[in-house]
């Protein structure tokens, strides 16, 4: 089918679906992972153009058709069969946690991915601060670095795209021995904070990291996989969300983080270089 017959039935059938939805364009966009001039476009007829596939599935799920019937090529809209569950819990330890963390970036690369540690983030951590943690945890030392590796590998690849956020006072706590640090010696936590700075600067901008105060925002661990999947880590386990609207819900959270951000990505490093240690 000519590139231009097939966008204008695309078109057709998308402005059905506006119109049978009953709400602004403006809310019909935000429920697809468009913004409001995207969806402007695609129901002018001014181009030929289609949109992502990801927003071509978006626009199928919510709606409940089939791709072939927004595509044209169909004139039965049928359902849009249940692509995977809403949500799923994964096992996440040692080799599997691995495997799924490689399956999961894989499936969102050229996405962005937007990540809140429970402690350091992975890809930032000395060796001696992963055996430290691993122990501590009870999980395997070795499995933890090859984790640690994956990840700052998979950082330093061209293309990628991620978002940190976690409180200061983690950092804060780390640079002064307190809570579970204690015990690290000054020269260890030392070491940790000069390999985060310096790897934060390296990784820049394609790596940034912001720093809220978690007196005025709190949040259990997680990482939002482009518009894939958001993974919720529970410990030695993840509470895997699927939906488009979970999704979406989750990317607001993390954007009320940034929104409260102390401490912006252009300074880090500098923070963190500059804690004072005891």
Avoid at 48 to 75: F, K, M, Q
Avoid at 96 to 113: C, F, P, Q, R, Y
Avoid at 209 to 237: C, D, H, W
């Amino acid at each position: 089918m000519d590139k231009r017959v097939l966008a204008d039935m695309f078109r057709a059938r998308l402005t059905q679906l506006v119109d049978r939805a009953g709400e602004s364009q403006a809310d019909f966009a935000a429920a697809i992972g468009i913004d409001r001039s995207a969806l402007s476009q695609l129901l002018s007829g001014h181009s030929a153009r289609l949109p992502r596939v990801e927003t071509l599935l978006n626009i199928a799920e919510r709606h409940s058709v089939t791709l072939d019937w927004l595509l044209g090529l169909s004139y039965d809209q049928g359902l849009m069969p249940e692509l995977r569950p809403s949500f799923e819990m994964e096992e996440g330890g040692a080799d599997d946690g691995k495997t799924l963390l490689m399956k999961w970036h894989a499936e969102a690369a050229g996405s962005k991915i937007r990540y809140v540690p429970a402690r350091i983030p992975d890809l930032l951590r000395t060796p001696e601060i992963v055996a430290f943690e691993a122990l501590g945890a009870h999980q395997d030392v070795m499995a933890q670095a090859s984790e640690t590796a994956f990840r700052l590998d998979y950082n330093r690849q061209p293309g990628t795209d991620m978002e940190v956020c976690m409180p200061r006072e983690t950092l804060e706590a780390l640079a002064e021995g307190r809570g579970m640090w204690s015990g690290l010696t000054r020269e260890t936590r030392l070491a940790q904070l000069q390999h985060m700075s310096n790897l934060i600067n390296e990784l820049y901008p394609s790596f940034r990291l912001f720093l809220f105060n978690e007196k005025e925002r709190f949040s259990v661990p997680y990482t939002i996989f482009g518009s894939q999947r958001a993974a919720l880590f529970i410990g030695s386990m993840y509470l895997v969300l699927n939906s488009t609207e979970a999704i979406r819900k989750m990317q607001r959270h993390f954007d009320e983080l940034i929104r409260v951000t102390r401490i912006h990505p252009h300074e880090t490093a500098d923070f963190v270089r500059n804690l004072p240690v005891f």
